[in-house]
């Protein structure tokens, strides 16, 4: 890898985790682009750090390892943030955990240069983050008469 890979690697990881948490920054959540842009790109430093390499290409093993290791164990960082109310069934931050083990993927993506993954992968969660809510208030209103006016 050369110092110009490793920064686009970097940058990548740093620019999608920061984006993904400047959403959970925007609605309020516990974790923001600190915390998840953290995530994304200590994910692609651990992945660089064993090869970086992607599927098919020799030292795969290593890399796989490392992103085996780091989608585990990035769901306990998740499970911090998951909270349930006092109402029964009422349960808080199952999207920002969720957006937290994403930013992990989006630095292992980035930390292979996945490219078309990456970048396929973030237009899709930004278009579920953005259109998600409303969706589930139109359908709320719509088929079962509640939700936010």
Known sequence: ?????IAIR??????GGAALGLNRDLHRK???VRTIGIVSLAAAM????????GPGQPGFTDTSRIIQGVL????????GVIVRGA???????LTTAA???LAAGVGVLAGIAAWPELAGGLALVFLLLVLGGPAERWVERTFYGTGDK
């Open 1 to 5: 890898m050369t110092t110009t890979d």
């Open 10 to 15: 970097l940058l990548a990881a740093f620019v």
């Open 30 to 32: 516990a974790a923001g």
């Open 46 to 53: 651990l992945v660089m750090a064993a090869g970086g390499a």
């Open 72 to 79: 585990t164990g990035i769901g306990f960082l998740g499970a």
């Open 87 to 93: 109402a029964e069934g009422q349960v808080h931050g």
């Open 99 to 101: 957006v937290i083990w």
